[in-house]
């Protein structure tokens, strides 16, 4: 299978959980005191997962995420199956003490929007 990726890093072991979280909040307009429902809102999908890195170079790859993390702006989240999310990194969290050769970690990917509107 291949690898998720997120601009230059390739995971060198897939993640164990990968979750997409799609949702739309309702959008209400207030006209001479009286608030009336006026749709929905825009499309918000969060990605959310972990995993952990093995093997000798565990914690440098983990640092490796770890810089691209601190780079503030959006690119591409790859899956292999579900395709490519256009992405702000947007949490990055170490979820055991570093470990010999091991690496615990979740992140959280918030997609973007492109002109106004979320991609494909």
Known sequence: MD???YKTFVWPQNPHTYVEKTSREPQYVTVDGVTYYDGMGELKRTITGSG??????AYTEFKKLQKLFEDKTAGNLEHPIWGIRY??????ELT???KENVVSYKFTFTQA???????K
């Open 113 to 119: 929007l492109t002109n106004g509107t979320v991609p």
């Open 87 to 92: 992405c702000y990194f947007t949490g990055l």
């Open 52 to 57: 952990t890195f093995y093997g000798s170079d």
């Open 3 to 5: 690898k998720l990726s």
């Open 96 to 98: 055991q003490e570093p």
